[in-house]
């Protein structure tokens, strides 16, 4: 049996009301006017469509564009200096846009008869880019201090600008993390020699130092081994030492590789196939960059 509508059954419940209602008060003998009566039916419930407002999209941060741009070269003097202490500076990529990190620092040194520009020529800046786009390190600084006054007699205060004024003035105009183990200091050759000279003199200002071909100094080197001997274990900076076999100073370096070995000095030593030359060092800058940058991994930079 077919089952009614709401709406079909309140019709025929009133029909038959009316139906009985009008048979049960008329005589069965005697014929009725009954007046017309209209009948007003509760009219359908009405259906009301629910429309739920539209959730706005979670928004999403535009990425820097930055972040796909290289880093900044910039030419910085300290005038007050005698003469004055000239050197550039490597920003890494948003260093201007994310205005409130600070970041680890290297120190480069160049080779003699060079000038600042040696280790950006060599490709320091572009592999830095490289490094630090692809996340596979933290964003850091390179200082590449000039030293072209080394043949003359204001070439023996480079040591005194670089500790007294260049630090301090890169610590206090840029967003360093001024630190030993965020500040690292590596050179070249002529370079090396005063990477030696100074690391060890000063080992409470570097986390890290790399010697690449140094060229250590004639009049420090019977005092080396004296300095090293005072530098108590846990503040002996990370250490690498480098050198091609063809080098103009191996000879020299193998003797300062033997002191690191019998003073238990724990280093990181290489000896390659090359000769004392540019390109010797630029064949290896990417291996020097990671190996510093290793240093920083475990903390990012604040």
């Excluded at 610590?171 to 070249?188: E, P, Q, V, W």
Aim: proline fraction near 9%; charged fraction near 20%.
């Amino acid at each position: 049996m077919r089952r009614m509508s709401p709406r079909q059954a309140i019709v025929f419940i009133t029909y038959l009301t009316l139906l009985f209602g009008l048979s049960a008060c008329s005589p069965s003998n005697e014929t009725q006017s009954v007046p017309a009566q209209t009948v007003t039916l509760p009219a359908p419930s009405a259906t009301v469509t629910f429309t739920p407002s539209p959730i706005p999209p979670t928004p999403t941060p535009t990425p820097l564009t930055c972040l796909s741009q290289p880093g900044t070269i910039k030419q910085d003097v300290i005038s007050s200096t005698n003469p004055p202490q000239e050197f550039l500076i490597y920003l890494p990529p948003c260093y201007e846009e994310l205005d409130d990190m600070n970041y680890p620092v290297l120190y480069l040194l160049h080779g003699q008869t060079y000038t600042q520009d040696q280790w950006v020529r060599l490709g320091a800046p572009n592999i830095a880019d490289q490094l630090i786009l692809s996340g596979e390190t933290v964003p850091f600084m390179i200082v590449f201090p000039d030293d072209r006054f080394w043949n003359l007699q204001a070439g023996a205060g480079f040591g005194d600008r670089f500790i007294k004024d260049l630090i301090p003035h890169v610590d206090k105009n840029y967003r360093t993390i001024a630190d030993r183990d965020h500040r690292s200091l590596g050179g070249l050759s002529h370079g090396g020699g005063w990477a030696v000279k100074l690391g060890f003199e000063y080992p409470e200002l570097f986390g890290s130092l790399g010697l690449h071909s140094p060229a250590i100094f004639k009049e420090d080197a019977p005092y080396v081994e004296k300095i090293i001997k005072n530098i108590t274990a846990e503040n002996r900076p990370r250490l690498w030492l480098d050198v091609g076999d063809a080098d103009r100073d191996l000879a020299s370096i193998l003797l300062f590789e033997e002191m690191l070995t019998r003073n238990n000095y724990i280093h990181e030593y290489y000896f390659y196939a090359g000769d004392h030359s540019e390109i010797y060092w630029g064949a290896h800058v990417q291996e020097y960059l990671r190996w510093y940058a290793q240093a920083w991994q475990a903390e990012p930079a604040e």
